[in-house]
């Protein structure tokens, strides 16, 4: 099923960073945070039996998708809207476009199944940095945009969220300077694939504007909190669906109050202007 079939029927820390040494440029030692858990080794949610209207989507990153389950949460929020959806997960801690690029478990897994959407998201850093974008993201990001377009899926690039306090020594002086970097790093090669964005970032960004004291991450400063995960899933919900999340009834354990909140973030940042973001 074609992503244009599907529109009708919408009515690791330190070791995140330590990545880039493994890429060929060094970066400064962050603060340690707690170890990065494996991620899940069997999809998120996979309905049976899967109707002709099932939509199947494919994330593939590292702990930034993997905590909290964000592909078995936005499942759950597509499924309470009565939508019949499969997800499955390629995603290992602190790993890179790169690195997939070249996995022979994510290629097998992008070519296994009829997928209508493969989410990608790069790692934390690199795609906040003009030259890791050149030599590491955007090369890979081609290649796996090429194979997904092979299988006749759509490309959604997961733009990430910058680090709570920025990230100084790598010249992000706060959140909002690392923020304006990964949105220029995501939006440069989504417009030269014309793929479409998933712009979670800007949508925490939205979201604390409006409540400072949002509680989006964990302690660490880069990890999901479960309101993290469940605003990311909302945003994921728009993109594919076209569609507001606003009173879905899945609220992932946040009271109806909070739940409200994320999904109108959500809806307000990527519907007002789809084209933005590329969604046709």
């Not at 060094?26 to 340690?32: A, I, K, N, S, Y």
């Not at 690199?126 to 194979?147: F, T, V, W």
Request: charged residues 15%; proline residues 8%; glycine residues 8%.
């Amino acid at each position: 099923m074609s992503h244009k079939s599907l529109l009708p029927h919408a009515s690791g820390f330190s070791l995140v960073i330590l990545l880039l040494v493994a890429c060929g440029t060094p970066q400064p030692t962050p603060t340690p945070i707690p170890p990065t858990p494996p991620a899940p080794s069997t999809p998120a949610l996979a309905p049976t039996p899967t109707s002709a209207a099932t939509a199947r989507v494919l994330f593939i990153g590292n702990s930034l998708t993997f905590f909290n389950d964000l592909p078995g949460m936005f499942a759950e929020l597509a499924q309470s809207d009565g939508h019949e959806v499969e997800v499955d997960m390629s995603a290992q801690g602190g790993w890179t476009w790169s690195h997939h690029a070249t996995s022979t478990t994510t290629l097998e897994k992008i070519e296994q199944q009829n997928w209508d959407f493969v989410v990608l998201q790069e790692q934390s850093v690199i795609s906040s940095i003009a030259d890791q974008c050149n030599e590491h993201m955007y090369p890979a990001a081609r290649l796996l945009d090429g194979k997904i377009r092979e299988g006749g899926a759509d490309t959604i690039l997961f733009m990430t969220w910058a680090y709570r306090d920025g990230l100084p020594r790598a010249g992000h002086r706060d959140f909002d300077d690392m923020q304006a970097q990964l949105h220029v790093g995501y939006m440069e090669i989504a417009d030269e694939l014309g793929a479409m964005v998933a712009p979670v970032g800007m949508v925490w960004q939205n979201g604390i504007v409006q409540d400072p004291q949002l509680g989006l991450w964990q302690t660490d400063g880069l990890h999901p909190s479960i309101e993290g995960s469940y605003l990311a899933a909302c945003v994921f919900y728009a993109v594919i669906y076209q569609q507001s999340p606003e009173g879905l009834m899945y609220k992932a354990e946040l009271s109806a109050e909070m739940a409200q909140f994320l999904q109108a973030i959500a809806a307000e940042t990527v519907l007002e202007n789809p084209e933005r973001w590329n969604i046709p």
